[in-house]
């Protein structure tokens, strides 16, 4: 069972910057897409930014110029640059990694999350 670990997150005034960590650690065959998604209290979980294996990103119009997501595949890591960070950001912050995993003799379909990490900006 491939298991998510995230690390980075805290309490930043407006206007800092903060660098989220996961790391993929299991019986990993190939790691595709990996992405961060936030859930504020109160609202909806929202894909935050994302990328494939092939480096592409895409990112929310709400964060896109202010947050970078980047990849260690060597590493089976995904970061999210957070800079010029808004109270609006402030959220519980998941990542997620879809790929395949190692199942006895054949590789299966996994899709898995991390436990969260609080991000809060004060004003």
């Known amino acids: 069972q491939v298991q998510l670990v995230e690390s980075g997150g805290g309490l930043v005034q407006t206007g800092g910057a903060l660098r989220l960590s996961c790391a993929a650690s299991?019986?990993?065959?190939?790691?595709?897409?990996m992405g961060w998604y936030r859930q504020a209290p109160g609202k909806q979980r929202e894909l935050v930014a994302s990328?494939?294996?092939?480096?592409?990103?895409n990112y929310a119009d709400s964060v896109r110029g202010r947050f970078t997501i980047s990849r260690d595949n060597a590493k089976n890591t995904v970061y999210l640059q957070m800079n010029s960070l808004k109270t609006e950001d402030t959220a519980v912050y998941y990542c997620?990694?879809?790929?395949?995993?190692?199942?006895?003799?054949?590789?299966?379909?996994?899709?898995?999350w991390g436990q969260g990490t609080q991000v809060t900006v004060s004003s």
């Open positions: 997620n990694a879809d790929g395949s995993e190692i199942d006895g003799y054949s590789p299966r379909a996994f899709n898995s």
């Open positions: 299991g019986r990993i065959f190939r790691l595709n897409g």
């Open positions: 990328i494939n294996s092939r480096g592409t990103t």
